[in-house]
């Protein structure tokens, strides 16, 4: 069946440093790839997708690039704040429409 | 548009009782999803809607659990009887056609505990 591997958290980086978490996937067929991220006591919020082979999704400074060759979509921001303290899920979706998700990532970011 | 709507935020409850959480999903919206997360499963998918009519209920974890979806503004999730390891959060979560129905949109979620 479908899978995605996260990296394991926490993730504890300074303001300002460079962000990646991996993600890798194992999927029948063509799945579109997303990242949801989850602040804490609220649901979850779309961060950015990707739906077919080489697309590169990006929102709010994160980028991710959906690697067919690798089965991958690795999660970056440039330069971290505090603000992006939150937990990083990575989802895909195939025909079922329902969404598989990763064990989730938690980010802290310190001053 | 308000997005999705859950009830209650919260509820606490005793081994044995019946716990109903609700959804309103985006208007418009023609899927619906119901997920629970907890510590040890992570996020998983319980049951999903097309046009009010349950598709995949794969998830549903026995017969104490149930969900309706009635019309398209409103839908379910029935618990009972309740049991300690039904404490979690619960989410809902709908899609519209004209997206592919491949971005859901995801409530606050109701956090149960079961005592």
């Known amino acids: 069946g479908d899978s995605v591997t996260q990296m394991e958290g926490p993730v504890t980086l300074s303001e300002e440093a460079f962000l990646t978490i991996n993600c890798t996937y194992t999927?029948?067929?063509?799945?579109?790839l997303f990242w949801y991220v989850q602040y804490p006591g609220e649901g979850l919020q779309l961060l950015l997708k990707?739906?077919?082979?080489?697309d590169k999704g990006s929102n709010k400074g994160f980028e991710a690039t959906y690697r067919k060759e690798t089965t991958s979509f690795h999660l970056e921001k440039g330069s971290v704040q505090v603000s992006d303290s939150a937990v990083y899920f990575c989802?895909?979706?195939?025909?079922?429409?329902?969404?598989?998700f990763g064990s989730g990532t938690r980010l802290q970011v310190q001053p | 548009d308000a997005g999705v709507i859950q009830s209650p935020r919260h509820e606490v409850t005793e081994m044995g009782q019946e716990v109903t959480l609700r959804c309103k999903p985006i208007?418009?919206?023609?899927?619906l999803f119901w997920y629970r997360q907890t510590m040890m499963r992570g996020l998983e998918l319980l049951i999903y809607?097309?046009?009010?009519?349950?598709?995949?209920d794969s998830g549903m974890p026995e017969d104490r659990f149930s969900a309706k979806m009635p019309n398209a503004s409103f839908s379910t999730l029935k618990i009972q009887p309740s049991e300690p390891r039904d404490s979690a959060v619960y989410f809902c979560?709908?899609?519209?056609?004209?997206?592919?129905?491949?971005?859901?949109?995801f409530g606050p979620g109701t956090r149960l505990t079961v005592l």
């Open positions: 979560a709908s899609a519209g056609r004209e997206e592919g129905a491949d971005t859901q949109y």
């Open positions: 208007s418009g919206h023609d899927y």
């Open positions: 809607f097309n046009n009010n009519v349950p598709i995949d």
């Open positions: 989802a895909l979706i195939t025909g079922r429409r329902a969404l598989t």
């Open positions: 999927a029948t067929g063509y799945p579109s």
């Open positions: 990707a739906t077919k082979a080489d």
